[in-house]
């Protein structure tokens, strides 16, 4: 990759501790330079800054949310700087056309693409800068740059050293070079090491400020009262009971929804339990889960919008010598993350200042625009660290950002909207509720021969802009992992195909998103073609990934580390599943018992073919996390809606997997992998609750279909 | 009312209602304490009192008296505690929204037990949630912290 010229400008700030000398890389598809003022703040789209004593800020076009692109980034910009990893400070990026992510338009966090979308841009970021600043320092000493060697920050001619803080200033008046070169694999220093967090220090002493901390002098705490039901309205609001609360300032309309602005959360929950509210009941008395589960039911045993197809299902199913079948259910879940959603907003004259952990920074600019009747640049985003993510705090429809808006202008004073546990719960945005129905014919070797697979469920991203992504009434979110899965490759005849019904309730992407019930239902399916051949479930599935070889890799790898063969003591059984997500496969044998009538997993074996392996230690915790993540919703999340309203509403009765439960999990990485890089924070969560589960069928007999997994 | 906030007085308005987390949240300034759940369910308001671990969120501040409260920010702020130091070592932390619970946690858990084993830090950590994941390193930093504790490390 090369870079134009005018791709770099550079600039000098002064910031408030003195001279602070900055170079900047812009976004390499930015058409023209914009030289910042010369004074003032560091210019807003740099990348990189250096300062006099050598601290390299790197500016992170991605949001911490405990996946590590605070680290992870910031090895990819000083892989090729040679800077001292000791001196650099990440720091989150304004919301800037600058830091949209490469090839997508808008600066997100998702899609488990931080790292490998920045790849390229970051590391040029890098050698571009070391570039500038080994010619400063070699015009100081009229020698030539190629006699420079550059370490730790560090450049080197003969007995000759300058420090990088030390040449910063010169290396800013030159002009970047129009292509750098960068390392070869075999010469990274930091690349493909485990390396440490940089974020860990500020998370064990508390000092860390994610969006809830945020604080300054007028700022005030709004709680809000939304919708009990989903598809109910706001009819009217009796708000002088809340006023009577010491500390409640404001009762304001949020257009369905009421805030209480008070001095403190307290004060504003407190007033927010006083409110008197009507609401509309939902239209049709609101969805039941049980009623939306029938309707599933019987949509499924039609074929949709054709995701895939390819030859003769029918027939194929017709002349098959047995035909399988099996219908699969999901229900709603919440992201549920630690961190409450929360939004800071302070209106001040055009201008509007938003703090908040959001994986969607410019996305919600736009939001909040449109809300005050201005245009994006007038609205400024501060990213705090995102306590979680999973997804919801990247919504098209940008909900807690415009909602706090609108607290904020209608109040008139610089508020926070904290939700509480029960509000994120029941406040929607919800991975959709599924039914799969999968029928197999198979020959008289057990193999699948035609396969007819229906989903049903809403669509994520229909009614947002991300609905021209919709082809042919399919949306791909929806179907991804069960089209085009490597078990159909050698199928001759099959169709994916999809219904996705609509609702009051709104959904949205979660940890892993289709894969989340895609992997389910496959996994499932072919572990019972597996058993009723009466073959092993491993072999099984290596003869039909036959034309797979990083699957058959994947899988035969964690077989291998499980012992897969290896007699197990009485009441344990293994289960496995192989599932790709992100471009990456992950492969998961889980070893299981049974408690008390409860599943209990003892342990978990993973295998990754991630390709290149940024950090392993990073990886293994997202690996890990994944785990947890996806084994809480395989056997306790659930929400159950009864005439619109979820009947759960903490963590008490919607669980997530504790320290108790928590099984050995082994990451191993798919050793000399040359794939193209995938993602690491969403794959591993899909093949966990099929991998429980074909173990539970392997220990009881017991087929589960329907998620969470409950024994009978 | 007076409280002793990591051996200092706070002198706080509060209403005796008040949960002590929202108390060292909104009016004394102290945030490394989290709110997760509001209902004593996932740990992340831990702090001590007098050393033993508790759930602000439903302790109301009324009840608190002149008992020491120890935050997270009391531990230490140069993370030369122990288990903040295990903590670092072991890279535990993800998003970290959890982590001053999981903490508070376990330095009350080998206060008591120095040399825990995995079923009591099972049991002792077992109200802390972690939505992102982190048990197995948590689990793994407290053996740690408590080798360094008894400098057999």
Same mark, same amino acid.
């Given at each position: 990759m090369t870079l134009s010229r005018r791709d770099f400008v550079q600039s000098a700030g002064l910031a408030l501790t003195g001279l602070v000398v900055t170079f900047h890389v812009p976004h390499i598809v930015r058409a023209a330079p914009t030289l910042s003022a010369p004074k003032g703040p560091p210019p807003p789209n740099s990348f990189v800054r250096i300062a006099p004593d050598d601290t390299v800020t790197v500016v992170l076009a991605h949001s911490e949310m405990g996946q590590g692109m605070w680290t992870g980034l910031s090895m990819l910009i000083a892989e090729e700087l040679e800077c001292d990893w000791s001196k650099v400070r990440p720091e989150h990026a304004p919301a800037e056309a600058v830091y949209a992510r490469p090839n997508r338009g808008i600066q997100m966090t998702g899609g488990s693409s931080s790292i490998n979308s920045e790849f390229d841009r970051y590391r040029i970021v890098g050698a571009t800068a070391r570039d500038m600043l080994v010619r400063a320092a070699a015009a100081r000493w009229t020698v030539s740059p190629a006699s420079c060697t550059v370490a730790k920050g560090v450049i080197t001619h003969g007995k000759s050293s300058l420090r990088f803080g030390e040449v910063a200033e010169e290396a800013m008046k030159l002009t970047p070079a129009a292509s750098v070169p960068l390392k070869k694999a075999k010469d990274w220093k930091l690349i493909g090491q485990p390396v440490k967090r940089l974020d860990s220090p500020e998370k064990a002493n508390g000092s860390a400020k994610f969006g809830m901390d945020v604080t300054f002098p007028g700022l005030r705490t709004a709680l809000v009262a939304r919708p009990p039901a989903f598809g109910a309205k706001l009819v009217k609001f009796d708000g002088a009971a809340a006023l009577q609360v010491s500390g409640v300032e404001k009762v304001v309309s949020t257009g369905n929804g009421v805030a209480v602005v008070a001095a403190h959360f307290w004060a504003a929950k407190l007033g927010r339990d006083a409110l008197v509210i009507e609401w509309s009941p939902p239209p049709g008395g609101g969805l039941s889960t049980e009623t939306q589960m029938a309707e599933y039911r019987e949509l499924a045993k039609k074929p949709g919008a054709i995701a895939q197809e390819v030859g003769q299902v029918e027939g194929g199913l017709g002349g098959a010598r047995s035909v399988l079948e099996a219908e699969y259910e999901f229900p709603f879940l919440a992201h549920a993350p630690m961190e409450p959603l929360n939004c800071t907003v302070k209106i001040d004259g055009d201008q509007c200042e938003i703090w908040t952990g959001t994986q969607f920074q410019t996305v919600d600019q736009g939001a909040a625009a449109r809300v005050l009747g201005t245009t994006p640049d007038k609205v400024q985003i501060h990213t705090p660290f995102l306590g979680g993510g999973f997804g919801r705090r990247a919504n098209p429809a940008s909900d807690f950002v415009t909602e706090a808006v609108v607290v904020a202008k209608a109040a008139g004073v610089p508020v926070k909207v904290v939700w509480t546990r029960e509000d994120d719960i029941r406040g929607g945005y919800y991975r959709p509720a599924y039914v799969h129905r999968a029928r197999v014919g198979v020959d008289d070797k057990g193999n699948p021969v035609a396969w007819d697979h229906v989903v049903v469920g809403q669509s994520i991203i229909a009614g947002t802009p991300f609905a021209t992504r919709i082809k042919d009434g399919v949306d791909e979110t929806s179907v991804e992992g069960a089209k085009n899965s490597p078990y159909l490759e050698n199928v001759p005849a099959k169709r994916v195909s999809l219904h996705s019904p609509k609702s009051d309730v709104p959904v949205l992407w979660w940890r892993s998103v289709g894969n989340t019930h895609t992997a389910f239902?496959?996994?499932?399916?072919? =572990?019972?073609?597996?058993?009723?051949?009466?073959?092993?479930?491993?072999?099984? !599935?290596?003869?039909?990934?036959?034309?797979?070889?990083?699957?058959?890799?994947?899988?035969?790898?964690?077989? =291998?580390?499980?012992?897969?063969?290896?007699?197990?003591?009485?009441?344990?059984?293994? #289960?496995?599943?192989?599932?790709?997500? *992100?471009?990456?496969?992950?492969?998961?044998?889980?070893?299981? #018992? %049974?408690?008390?009538?409860?599943? !209990?997993?003892?342990?978990?074996?993973? @295998?990754?073919?991630? &390709?290149?392996? %940024?950090?392993?230690?990073?990886?293994?915790?997202?690996?890990?996390?994944?785990?947890?993540?996806?084994?809480?919703?395989?056997?306790? &999340?659930?929400? /159950?809606?009864?005439?619109?309203?979820?009947?759960?509403?903490? *963590?008490?009765?919607?669980?997530?997997? $504790?320290?108790?439960?928590?099984?050995? %999990? +082994?990451? /191993?990485?798919?050793?000399?992998?040359?794939?193209?890089?995938? &993602?690491? &924070?969403?794959?591993?969560?899909?093949?966990?609750?099929?991998?429980?589960?074909?173990?539970?069928?392997?220990?009881?007999?017991? !087929?589960?279909r329907k998620l969470p997994l409950r024994l009978a | 009312m007076k409280l002793d906030i990591n051996g200092r007085v706070h002198e706080v308005d509060a209403p005796p209602d008040m949960p002590l987390l929202w108390v060292l949240r909104d009016l004394a300034g102290l945030t490394g304490t989290k709110f997760g759940c509001g209902m004593a369910q996932c740990g992340a308001c831990t702090v001590h009192l007098d050393d033993r671990p508790v759930r602000s969120c439903?302790?109301?501040?009324?009840? @608190?008296?002149?008992?020491?409260?120890?935050?997270?920010?009391?531990?230490? /702020?140069?993370? +030369?505690?122990?288990?903040?130091?295990?903590?670092?070592?072991?890279?535990?932390?993800?998003?970290?929204?959890?982590? +001053?619970?999981?903490?508070?946690?376990?330095?009350?858990?080998? =206060?008591?037990?120095?040399?825990?084993?995995?079923?009591?830090? =099972?049991?002792?950590?077992?109200?802390?949630?972690? $939505?992102?994941? /982190?048990?197995? $390193? %948590?689990?793994?930093?407290?053996?740690?912290?408590?080798?360094?504790?008894?400098?057999? $490390?």
């Open positions: 239902a496959m996994e499932s399916m072919i =572990d019972e073609l597996a058993h009723a051949a009466k073959r092993d479930p491993v072999e099984y !599935r290596l003869a039909l990934l036959d034309k797979s070889p990083r699957f058959v890799a994947a899988l035969k790898l964690a077989a =291998d580390k499980a012992g897969w063969k290896k007699p197990l003591p009485v009441g344990r059984a293994r #289960g496995v599943a192989v599932h790709e997500a *992100f471009g990456s496969i992950v492969a998961e044998v889980a070893e299981v #018992g %049974v408690e008390d009538g409860r599943i !209990r997993v003892h342990e978990v074996t993973c @295998v990754v073919d991630c &390709g290149t392996a %940024v950090n392993p230690l990073a990886i293994e915790a997202q690996v890990q996390g994944c785990v947890v993540y996806g084994l809480s919703a395989a056997l306790y &999340g659930k929400l /159950t809606l009864v005439g619109g309203k979820v009947q759960e509403s903490n *963590f008490h009765d919607y669980q997530p997997l $504790r320290m108790f439960e928590m099984p050995h %999990v +082994s990451v /191993t990485l798919m050793p000399n992998s040359d794939a193209k890089m995938g &993602g690491i &924070g969403e794959p591993a969560t899909a093949p966990i609750a099929p991998a429980v589960a074909n173990a539970v069928f392997a220990l009881t007999q017991q !087929r589960l | 439903v302790l109301p501040v009324s009840a @608190v008296g002149m008992r020491k409260v120890t935050t997270i920010e009391g531990l230490s /702020t140069d993370n +030369s505690h122990p288990v903040q130091r295990a903590w670092i070592e072991a890279d535990v932390t993800q998003c970290g929204y959890c982590q +001053s619970g999981q903490i508070m946690t376990a330095v009350a858990l080998l =206060d008591k037990k120095p040399d825990p084993t995995d079923e009591e830090i =099972d049991t002792a950590l077992s109200g802390n949630v972690c $939505r992102c994941g /982190t048990y197995m $390193r %948590v689990r793994e930093a407290i053996h740690l912290a408590s080798k360094l504790k008894r400098g057999v $490390r």
